[in-house]
C-alpha cells in the first residue's frame, strides 16, 4: 500500500479538525513527514528495504557478527593480548583438536549424545503432536498449545533445578517408588546419562513439538480415512501416510533440536555426571582456566559448529531424498 | 580521604532496621562522607555483608555495584579482555594467584599508607611471605579457606575421613565428589610430592612424571567418583540431598551446611592439605580508585565485619578478633584441632606456569576418559 498525503490532506480538511489537534493529526500535516513518507513508500521495492533493514541489522550484529569474531579469535595466538604481547595469527588452535586426542571423545560423545536425545525427543513428542492436531478439537488446540508452553515461561536453569528435584536421591521419582515400596535404596538418577536426557529431552520438546503439530495438522484426515476405507489397518495408515506427509516436520524439527543439543552447557555440568562431558564443557574450560586459551576455545567452538553444520546438511539431503522417494 | 570511627549507637540502629544480626561500625562522618558515585566490585557470593553494604551506601553515598564471581579463571579472563579500561575497582583473588595478575599488569599496587584500619588484619596474613610480591602489597587479605575432607556424619566416621583414601574407597563408590583440578595437587600431596611443584621447578620432567601419576590415580578412580564440580553452592546441593555422603570442599561451604545444622563434619587429613587467602585488591586502571580505597578501609573497619563475613561464608576470618563475635557453633564450624592444622600448608605462587600447563591438560584427559 503507498501513502497518498494529498487524499489524507483532503480527508482532513473537510471534516476532522480534531484529529489536527492531536501530535499524530499535527505529524501527518507536517511538511517534511510527507516528504519522508513519500520517500520511503514510493515503491514495493523501498518498502521491502526499509522493512527488511532492521531483521538484516540485528542478524548481521547479533548473529553473524559474534560468529565473525570467534573466526577471527580462533586464528589468533593471543587473546584478550597481553601488555607487551604481538598478536599474530595461527592455526595452530585447529591443530591442537587434531593433534591431540583427548579432545575427540568429548567432541563425538557430544555429537552421539545429541543425536540419541533428538530421537528420544522425536519418538515422544511424535503421539502428542499426533494427538494435538487429529484428536484435539480445533477450538480446544491452542489451548493445548499453551499448557505445553507453560514451562517455557520459565529460563534453562530454573526447569533443570527442576529435574534436580524430580530424580535427586531425596526427589520425587525415588521418594514414589519408595513409598510404593519397589525399592529401599534410592536409585542414583542423577549425574549420569540417564538424568542428563531426562534434562535435554524436556527441554527441546517444544523445539520438536511444533514443526510436527505444524505439519500434521496440514494433513487432511479424507487420506487417512481412504486408506482405511481400501484396508489398512491404524499402523499401515500411520506408516505410509501420516509418516511420509509429515517428513518435513520431522526433518525441521530434528535438525531444530540436535543444533540445539549440541550447544547444551549448563544441563550438561548441572545434570550429568563424571563420564557425560560434553564438548561444551571443553570449550568453556578453555575461557574459564586463566591464561591464554581463549583462541583454542574459539577454534574448537567453530569445530563444533562446522560438525553440527556439516551433519544437519547431509540429515537434511537424506530427507528430501526420503520424500523424492515415497512421492515417486 | 576521611577518618573511619566507631558508633555502636549508629550500629545498633541500622542493624535493627535491616533486622540483620550483623554487627558493624558506622564507617565515616556522615558530614565528610557524602562523597557519591560508584565502587564496582567483582567477588564471591556473601563476601560483602548486606548489612555493611547497606550501611556504607547511607553512610558514604557511594552505591556498591557487586558483580558475583566463582572462579579466579574467569575473573582473570574478564579482567584481561577489559583491560585497559576495566570496569571494575575491586576483585577478589585469591593470594596464590597473585602473580598471574601481577604479571598481566591487571593488579595496582596496594597503598596501605591509605588504609588506617590496615592493622586489623592479623599479620599471620598481612605479613606472610605470599603477601608482598616485588616490594609491594598487592592485596587486603579478608578471607581465608582450605580444601578440607567433608563428610556426612550419620554415614562417614571422622576416623575414616582422617585419610584423603576413603574418598577413593568402594565402600563409598557412587557416594563422593571433588573439584578435580584441585585434587591434582592433593592427589601429589597424597603421594608424597609438593603439590605446589615449587620443589620442580629446577625439574620439568619429573613434574611431568609426577602430575601424569596423579592423572592416572584419578583416571583409574574415575568409576567410583559420583561427580565432578565447580561451586560451592554445588556441594552443597549435592550434600544436603544426600547424592553423595564424603567430598573434598572448601571449608567455607561445609562450614555453611554446619551453621544450618546439617550433620557434616569436616577434617584436614593426616597426608595434609592446602589454604589460601582471599583478598580484596584494586584494578590497574581502576575507574573509581578514591571509592575503592574507602571500600577497603570501612570493610576492613571493625572484626564485626569479619565475623559477619565468615558467618555468610563460611570461610575464616583474617581480622583481629573477629572469632569474638562468632557463636560456639560458628567458632566450631570455622576452627580445627591444631593436629589436623598441622598438616596445612598454603599454596604457592611460584611455580603456577609450570604447575597448570601440566594439570590443566591433565584436569581434560581425566574428563574425557
Known amino acids: 500500500m503507498t501513502y497518498d498525503a494529498s487524499t489524507r490532506r483532503d480527508g482532513q480538511s473537510a471534516g476532522s479538525t480534531a484529529a489536527d489537534r492531536t501530535f499524530w493529526g499535527r505529524l501527518s500535516a507536517w511538511g517534511p513527514y510527507h516528504a519522508l513518507m513519500r520517500l520511503t513508500t514510493a515503491s514495493p521495492r523501498r518498502q521491502f528495504l526499509i522493512l527488511a533493514a532492521f531483521p538484516i541489522l540485528w542478524v548481521l550484529t547479533q548473529h553473524l557478527g559474534p560468529m565473525l569474531q570467534m573466526l577471527r579469535v580462533s586464528l589468533t595466538d593471543a587473546y584478550p593480548v597481553a601488555p607487551g604481547v604481538e598478536q599474530s595469527f595461527t592455526l595452530d588452535n585447529y591443530a591442537r583438536f587434531f593433534g591431540d586426542s583427548i579432545f575427540w571423545m568429548p567432541f563425538f560423545r557430544t555429537l552421539t549424545f545429541a543425536g540419541v536425545f533428538t530421537f528420544c525427543t522425536l519418538i515422544i513428542t511424535y503421539p502428542v503432536a499426533y494427538f494435538l492436531a487429529r484428536h484435539v478439537s480445533r477450538k480446544n488446540q491452542m489451548l493445548f498449545l499453551l499448557l505445553l508452553l507453560i514451562p517455557f515461561w520459565v529460563g534453562e536453569i530454573v526447569r533443570t533445578y527442576a529435574i534436580m528435584i524430580l530424580l535427586g536421591n531425596t526427589g520425587a521419582v525415588n521418594l514414589a517408588l519408595k513409598t510404593l515400596g519397589l525399592i529401599d535404596r534410592p536409585i542414583p538418577f542423577m549425574y549420569t546419562s540417564f538424568s542428563m536426557g531426562v534434562g535435554i529431552v524436556y527441554l527441546t520438546a517444544l523445539y520438536m513439538l511444533l514443526p510436527l503439530y505444524s505439519a500434521l495438522e496440514k494433513l487432511p484426515q479424507s487420506m487417512n480415512e481412504a486408506a482405511a476405507d481400501l484396508g489398512a489397518g491404524a499402523w499401515t495408515r500411520f506408516r505410509r501416510v501420516s509418516l511420509p506427509l509429515t517428513i518435513e516436520g520431522i526433518s525441521s524439527g530434528c535438525t531444530l533440536v540436535f543444533l540445539i543439543s549440541t550447544g547444551f552447557y549448563a544441563t550438561p555440568v548441572l545434570l550429568g555426571g563424571p563420564s557425560t562431558t560434553v564438548f561444551a564443557e571443553t570449550i568453556a574450560g578453555f575461557f574459564h582456566v586463566a591464561g591464554d586459551e581463549w583462541p583454542t576455545g574459539a577454534a574448537f567452538a567453530t569445530i563444533m559448529f562446522l560438525a553440527a553444520l556439516i551433519i544437519t546438511t547431509v540429515f537434511q539431503r537424506l530427507m528430501k531424498m526420503l520424500r523424492k522417494g515415497e512421492s515417486a | ?369
Request: aromatic share 12%.
Open chain 2, 1 to 369: 580521604m576521611a577518618k573511619l570511627i566507631y558508633n555502636r549507637r549508629r550500629f545498633l540502629g541500622t542493624a535493627a532496621a535491616t533486622g540483620a544480626a550483623l554487627a558493624s561500625p558506622a564507617y565515616l562522618r556522615r558530614a565528610a562522607a557524602q562523597s557519591g558515585g560508584e565502587v564496582n566490585i567483582w567477588t564471591y557470593n556473601n563476601f560483602v555483608p548486606e548489612a555493611f553494604k547497606e550501611q556504607f551506601e547511607a553512610e558514604t553515598g557511594i552505591k556498591i555495584n557487586i558483580r558475583l564471581v566463582d572462579d579466579q579463571g574467569k575473573q582473570f579472563n574478564l579482567l584481561a579482555a577489559e583491560q585497559p579500561n576495566p570496569t571494575v575497582d575491586i576483585m577478589t583473588v585469591a593470594g596464590h594467584r597473585f602473580l598471574q595478575f601481577i604479571d598481566s599488569e591487571l593488579l595496582a599496587p596496594l597503598d596501605t599508607d591509605r588504609l588506617s584500619n590496615w592493622g586489623n588484619i592479623n599479620p599471620t596474613f598481612s605479613e606472610s611471605d605470599w603477601a608482598t610480591i616485588n616490594g609491594h602489597k598487592w592485596g587486603a587479605p579478608i578471607l581465608s579457606g582450605m580444601e578440607v575432607l567433608s563428610y556426612n556424619t550419620d554415614y562417614v566416621t571422622q576416623e575414616e575421613a582422617m585419610t584423603w583414601q576413603t574418598l577413593f574407597s568402594e565402600e563409598y563408590a557412587n557416594q563422593t565428589a571433588y573439584i578435580i583440578q584441585d585434587m591434582m595437587s592433593i592427589v601429589m600431596l597424597m603421594k608424597g610430592y609438593d603439590g605446589n611443584m615449587v620443589a620442580y621447578m629446577d625439574d620439568p620432567d619429573k613434574a611431568a612424571a609426577i602430575v601424569e601419576e596423579a592423572k592416572n590415580f584419578l583416571i583409574e578412580h574415575k568409576p567410583l567418583v559420583r561427580k565432578y564440580y565447580d561451586s560451592g553452592a554445588e556441594f552443597q546441593q549435592m550434600m544436603i540431598n544426600q547424592d553423595i555422603v564424603l567430598g573434598h570442599s572448601w571449608n567455607g561451604p561445609a562450614a555453611a551446611l554446619i551453621n544450618d545444622g546439617f550433620p557434616l563434619g569436616m577434617t584436614i587429613p593426616n597426608e595434609g592439605s592446602y589454604g589460601f587467602v582471599y583478598t580484596y585488591n584494586i584494578a590497574n586502571n581502576a575507574p573509581n580508585p578514591d571509592n575503592a580505597y574507602t571500600f577497603l578501609d570501612a570493610i576492613l573497619a571493625s572484626p564485626e565485619i569479619g565475623a559477619a563475613m565468615t558467618k555468610a561464608s563460611g570461610f575464616i576470618s583474617t581480622y583481629k578478633g573477629a572469632d569474638q563475635y562468632l557463636t560456639e557453633l560458628e567458632k566450631k564450624s570455622t576452627s580445627f584441632p591444631e593436629e589436623q592444622l598441622a598438616n596445612l600448608q598454603f599454596f604457592r605462587a611460584e611455580a603456577n606456569e609450570l604447575k597448570y600447563s601440566l594439570v590443566d591438560p591433565a584436569v581434560e584427559a581425566i574428563k574425557a576418559a
